[in-house]
């Protein structure tokens, strides 16, 4: 019943409380970490003839500015309510998703983050995927029909009704191989896996809220793994992660609460 727990969530944009970690010798691990060797593999694309990190590098600044991140990150918000009225053409979400894989990084270049969109009938297919594995567990008796009914269904109808869904993935085999090579840190490489595919998650929610589309986060993994990699031929050894649902924004995102800043934030040594 606890892997159904975060299936049968609400909307809800209360904070959880934080978990601290136990401190162990291995904490230090990361702090004796040397710069990595590994080769950087970039590959060049017609649609990005010149990969950032291949850019000469340059010291010009004045024209930089971190506003427009400010605001693309003030503009994400979770929007539950979906409509099919795309503010651009697929195109966009392609040259966005693109930019996504070039860019966010990884543990010592690790590359393991796999995306895998669907779009319009095939976006459609993956939640009639997640209302038929959903209607087994109704007949089973493991989701109570009543949730289902009032709950569950009409959040996964609301889903559908958008334009697209990006599936994230990581593929272990190619963090097995840095956990052999890098002894000392082998327990950090799936940690660290997870945190660039969060990065990954971050900058399409945030992107695609830039583009006009209203977007949220869902986790329906590990249920919908098997019958999804099925329906798209996607390596089963590939772990599913999350799922960034997205459409045309039907409703404004709710309230949210914010703890306040001084509790969250410490700066040291401000000129
Ligand atoms: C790591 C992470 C996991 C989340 N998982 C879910 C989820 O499974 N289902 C859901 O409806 N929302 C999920 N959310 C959305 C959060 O509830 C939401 O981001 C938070 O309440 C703040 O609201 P905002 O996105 O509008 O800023 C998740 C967000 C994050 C960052």
């Known amino acids: 019943m606890a892997a159904l727990r975060p299936l049968l969530r609400h909307a809800s944009t209360s904070t959880s409380s934080t ?6 010798s291995s904490v230090i691990a990361p702090f004796l970490r040397l710069p990595t060797t590994t080769p950087t593999t970039i590959r060049t694309t017609p649609s990005q003839p010149h990969p950032p990190s291949q850019r000469p590098f340059s010291t010009t600044t004045s024209k930089m500015s971190a506003q427009p991140l400010i605001d693309a990150a003030q503009t994400r918000r979770t929007i539950y309510k979906l409509g099919k009225n795309s503010p651009v053409p697929d ?11 070039h860019t966010v990084p990884s543990s010592f270049n690790t590359q393991s983050t796999r995306l895998v969109v669907l779009l319009h009938a095939e976006h459609e297919k993956l939640w009639d995927v997640v209302i038929d594995t959903f209607s087994g ?14 709950q569950t269904l009409p959040k996964l109808q609301g889903f559908k009704n958008g334009v697209g869904t990006i599936l994230f993935y990581e593929d272990p085999a190619h963090i097995k191989p840095f956990s ?14 997870e945190h660039s595919n969060a990065m990954h998650q971050y900058y399409l929610w945030t992107g695609l809220s830039a583009l006009g589309f209203g977007a949220n986060l869902q986790h329906y993994n590990p249920l919908i793994d098997a019958p999804v990699a099925k329906q798209w031929d996607i390596p089963s050894e590939w772990r599913l992660i999350s799922q960034l649902v997205f459409g045309s924004p039907e409703a404004a995102a709710g ?13 040291f040594g401000k000129q």
Do not use: C, M
Not at 257 to 266: G, S
């Open 180 to 193: 052999e090579k890098f002894a000392l840190y082998k327990d950090h490489f799936q940690p660290w896996a």
């Open 91 to 101: 195109s966009k979400i392609e040259e966005l998703v693109n930019a996504a894989i």
């Open 19 to 24: 978990v601290r970690p136990a401190l162990s």
């Open 137 to 150: 567990l109704v007949n089973t008796g493991a989701v109570p029909e009543e949730t289902w009914k009032n």
């Open 255 to 267: 309230e949210k609460a914010q703890k306040p800043v001084q509790e969250r934030l410490k700066i």
